[in-house]
């Protein structure tokens, strides 16, 4: 029994310093009772986010591949736009436009046990940003100038459509989400906001069952979990490529073929 507990104090412990250490000072008073159980979270102020218009966001329908290299080698990544359509199709997207090529992985979390490393903030391809002041950062819409936010999605098993802009248990379902938090799984990062994840994400080092429902997953690693064992705060994504499945990805007609 003392084992139980010491096991879940340690968990507690560590997703209360991920999230504190994902927002700036000025925001941890007011977010500290929601985020104490908070995993993998943003800094990025989004008080007046809505519920952003689902039809207006990338698609990616079906699934693709994406390749980061980090350290010279490969990570190769499975994006599942089946479960996670508008997820996938923001993170395609992304790649797509070379919007990751030079960010830093700004948060690495191993101790007290594994748990994430965490990257995507834009402000990381700037050297003479300290790797301290990032996780605030979103991908900037060239076409309006504005942060892309998307929704909060998630696929519960045996359900023919996603949950938005809730978790699963504020939307009153029991089920497990289709797509979980085994290691190796990528899914995006947010603040206590449902509807903030734009461009960071995270992936996860160890099973993490008690983040299911509340984070949407979009992906897997299948190769290269070596290398993520290796990636340390201050690591670089060398490039990030589409290398299967770039026809699954579906674009409102109004979007920008811009470069961020």
Same mark, same amino acid.
Request: hydrophobic share 35%; glycine share 8%; aromatic share 6%.
């Given at each position: 029994?003392?084992?139980?507990?010491?096991?879940?104090?340690?968990?507690?412990?560590?997703?209360? +310093?991920?999230?504190?250490?994902?927002?700036?000072?000025?925001?941890?008073?007011?977010?500290?009772?929601?985020?104490?159980?908070? /995993?993998?979270?943003?800094?990025?102020?989004?008080?007046?986010?809505?519920?952003?218009?689902?039809?207006?966001?990338?698609?990616?329908?079906?699934?693709?591949?994406?390749?980061?290299?980090?350290?010279?080698?490969?990570?190769?990544?499975?994006?599942?736009?089946?479960? /996670?359509?508008?997820?996938?199709?923001?993170?395609?997207?992304?790649?797509?436009?070379?919007? =990751?090529?030079?960010?830093?992985?700004?948060?690495?979390?191993?101790?007290?046990? !594994?748990?994430?490393?965490?990257?995507?903030?834009?402000?990381?391809?700037?050297?003479?940003? !300290?790797?301290?002041?990032?996780?605030?950062? #979103?991908?900037?819409? !060239?076409?309006?100038?504005?942060?892309?936010?998307?929704?909060?999605?998630?696929? !519960?098993?045996?359900?023919?459509?996603?949950?938005?802009?809730?978790?699963?248990?504020?939307?009153?379902? #029991?089920?497990?989400?289709?797509?979980?938090?085994?290691?190796?799984?990528?899914?995006?990062?947010? #603040?206590?906001?449902?509807?903030?994840?734009? #461009?960071?994400? =995270?992936?996860?080092? +160890?099973?993490?069952?008690?983040?299911?429902?509340? =984070?949407?997953?979009?992906?897997?690693?299948?190769?290269?979990?070596?290398?993520?064992?290796?990636?340390?705060?201050?690591?670089?994504?060398?490039?990030?490529?589409?290398?299967?499945?770039?026809?699954?990805?579906?674009?409102?007609?109004?979007?920008?073929?811009?470069?961020?």
């Amino acid at each position: 029994m003392q084992v139980i507990v010491r096991r879940w104090f340690l968990v507690v412990v560590m997703i209360i +310093a991920v999230s504190l250490g994902a927002c700036s000072p000025s925001k941890v008073a007011s977010q500290n009772t929601r985020d104490s159980s908070t /995993a993998a979270t943003t800094g990025t102020s989004v008080a007046q986010v809505t519920n952003p218009q689902i039809e207006n966001l990338p698609r990616l329908e079906g699934k693709a591949t994406v390749v980061l290299t980090v350290k010279d080698s490969p990570i190769t990544i499975e994006v599942d736009g089946t479960n /996670a359509p508008i997820t996938a199709g923001n993170f395609v997207d992304l790649v797509e436009r070379g919007f =990751y090529d030079g960010v830093v992985f700004h948060r690495v979390v191993r101790e007290p046990q !594994p748990f994430v490393v965490q990257g995507g903030d834009p402000q990381g391809k700037d050297p003479n940003v !300290p790797v301290e002041r990032l996780g605030t950062g #979103s991908f900037i819409d !060239p076409k309006t100038g504005q942060p892309r936010y998307i929704p909060l999605e998630i696929t !519960p098993k045996g359900a023919e459509t996603p949950v938005y802009s809730e978790t699963l248990d504020q939307a009153g379902i #029991s089920d497990p989400p289709q797509l979980q938090h085994t290691r190796g799984a990528v899914a995006m990062a947010r #603040s206590s906001m449902p509807d903030s994840a734009s #461009s960071q994400f =995270y992936i996860a080092l +160890a099973d993490l069952s008690f983040l299911d429902g509340d =984070y949407a997953v979009f992906g897997y690693v299948k190769n290269g979990m070596d290398v993520v064992d290796t990636i340390q705060v201050g690591d670089r994504i060398e490039s990030a490529e589409v290398t299967q499945g770039l026809e699954n990805l579906k674009k409102p007609e109004s979007a920008s073929e811009e470069s961020p």
